[in-house]
């Protein structure tokens, strides 16, 4: 059974600085990784999308990649601002036998970005 | 643009009394999805439909039922609630199921007595 990690659970940093946030998951056997920010009392908002053939993803101050072989997973987020605090989750889709499985999340990260 | 709308944001009910969530999506998308989330287990995937009329069990999907009879909307009813299903439920929808986004409502709290 698919299990997806992210390290560390909660992360505050002062304003300005970059910072990394980590996922693992235990089978390679994937079709893509995506990266959710959750603000609190809100739903998910995707923000990257890295398909398994792809390596990384940008958008903004925002960089993701993906080492399928390794089960790792990095979000990078360029000098940070305090409308960053929420809660980032990362999830897989992994594929079986019967095709497609469902997104396995992670339990996220609490960023707290301190002005 | 509404996106996904979840109805109603906050319900309590009492052991043993049914009730159903309702998800709404204008986007035109095949793929629903119901999850609930708990502290200290993450997202989870009750049930899920890939089109109009169909659905499919995801992980968790015991003492739920659902009901896609609209491309737009997704159903999710609680026959019998019980205390352990006490949680927060988010409905997502996506226009591919591999290689898109999913789209999430802002979620219902709902609460077992």
């Known amino acids: 059974k698919q299990e997806v990690t992210q390290i560390p659970a909660a992360l505050s940093v002062p304003e300005g600085e970059n910072l990394v946030l980590n996922c693992s998951f235990t089978?390679?056997?994937?079709?893509?990784l995506q990266w959710f920010r959750q603000d609190p009392g809100k739903g998910l908002t995707s923000l990257l999308l890295i398909q398994s053939s792809q390596r990384e993803q940008t958008s903004g101050r925002l960089n993701a990649s993906l080492d399928k072989s390794s089960g790792r997973s990095t979000l990078y987020i360029a000098a940070s601002q305090p409308g960053d605090s929420a809660t980032y989750l990362c999830a897989v889709v992994g594929y079986s036998g019967g095709g497609a499985d469902g997104l396995t999340f992670g339990k996220g990260t609490h960023l707290i970005i301190q002005p | 643009n509404a996106g996904v709308t979840q109805t109603p944001k906050f319900r309590v009910l009492k052991t043993g009394q049914s009730m159903t969530l309702l998800c709404a999506q204008d986007?035109?998308?095949?793929?629903m999805y119901w999850y609930r989330q708990d502290p200290g287990m993450g997202l989870r995937l009750i049930h899920y439909?890939?089109?109009?009329?169909?659905?499919a069990k995801g992980e968790v999907p015991d003492g739920y039922n659902v009901s896609r009879l609209k491309k737009q909307n997704f159903l999710l009813g609680l026959e019998s609630a019980a205390p352990s299903q006490t949680s927060v439920y988010f409905c997502?929808?996506?226009?591919?199921?591999?290689?898109?986004?999913?789209?999430f409502g802002d979620g219902t709290r709902l609460s077992i007595l």
């Open positions: 986007m035109n998308h095949e793929y």
């Open positions: 439909s890939v089109g109009e009329g169909t659905t």
């Open positions: 089978d390679s056997a994937i079709y893509n």
């Open positions: 997502a929808s996506s226009k591919g199921y591999v290689f898109q986004p999913q789209h």
